[in-house]
């Protein structure tokens, strides 16, 4: 809707209304105590849905539409800043779209009207991401227009993301954990095939029924050191769009300087830090952007000031 001048539709409830409204905008001849409680109500609804609506075309004329493709059908979904039930947050930034290296700090709010306050680590952790950089993914905010994230592409999915459930391959997952927790065995699976029915999707086979031509390829439990702990970044997840990438993770890195396939990876020790420290009634998210982004969108999606 276009910008509209709150006069016109002032002159427009009298109209509707019946009432003629004085010259004066603060004087009113009613001719009942109802009648002005009536007209009192239609103008502050009507104030407060413009500029409502004002302030939503601006943040998305800000923001822009990340992808012609899809944006039409999401962007009256996605919000454009970090719900407040939001108390727990993770914050990778990079030096650029390229870079394949980032810094992980971790934030959270002790109330939800509180500022955000750094957690858990006294400075930022690096960590590990796609070969070939960043590309926007499909998360939980609206994000700009770019290079969107593809399947095989090599990069990290930027943008705001739902942590899910953790998988790993022990009994039980680590002490003092709240998340929900899956322990991953011979018959799990994740398939990153985009023809796949159950692409980018969590799935238990019944070997009693018949082992799919695909379940090799697409297992989860394969003995890897890196595999031990597996935290779901919701990526491309509701739903899943075929071809959009999949299989996102924080996980074990391989080593100090060995890039994903869009990952994000750090040292065991702290990522079972971020593990137990999680809660999901602090409903966390995860932050993953270039830093120039990151300035660009912080107002807009309401994020934490970060310190070097």
């Not at 059908?73 to 947050?89: D, G, Y």
Request: glycine share 8%.
């Amino acid at each position: 809707m276009a910008c509209y001048r709150p006069l016109n539709k002032i002159a427009l409830f009298s109209k509707v209304s019946g009432m003629r409204l004085a010259s004066s905008p603060f004087r009113v001849r009613p001719y009942s105590r109802g009648a002005l409680l009536l007209i009192t109500t239609l103008l502050v609804t009507t104030l407060l849905v413009s500029l409502n609506s004002i302030s939503s075309a601006e943040q998305k004329k800000a923001l822009g539409i990340f992808s012609r493709s899809t944006a039409k059908k999401e962007a009256h979904q996605l919000p454009t800043s970090l719900p407040s039930n939001v108390r727990q947050l993770l914050v990778t930034t990079t030096p650029d779209w390229n870079s394949h290296r980032g810094q992980l700090w971790v934030f959270h709010k002790p109330q939800a009207t509180s500022d955000w306050q750094a957690a858990l680590f006294p400075k930022p952790l690096p960590v590990l991401l796609g070969s070939k950089g960043l590309a926007w993914g499909r998360g939980s905010l609206l994000n700009p227009r770019g290079q969107v994230k593809r399947e095989r592409d090599g990069r990290a999915p930027a943008g705001c993301f739902s942590i899910g459930k953790l998988y790993g391959y022990a009994p039980q997952a680590p002490t003092g954990t709240a998340l929900p927790y899956h322990r991953v065995g011979k018959w799990d699976a994740w398939p990153d095939d985009p023809a796949n029915p159950y692409y980018n999707r969590h799935v238990v086979i019944d070997p009693r029924r018949g082992i799919p031509p695909w379940f090799d390829k697409q297992k989860m439990r394969h003995g890897d050191f890196a595999y031990e702990w597996l935290l779901e970044i919701r990526h491309n997840a509701d739903p899943p769009v075929p071809g959009a990438g999949s299989v996102i993770f924080f996980h074990i890195r391989r080593g100090p300087d060995r890039a994903t396939s869009g990952c994000t990876t750090m040292e065991k020790s702290k990522l079972v830090q971020i593990i137990q420290w999680l809660r999901p009634r602090g409903n966390p998210r995860y932050i993953l952007l270039p830093q120039s982004e990151y300035q660009r969108l912080q107002p807009y999606w309401k994020l934490p000031t970060l310190n070097q």
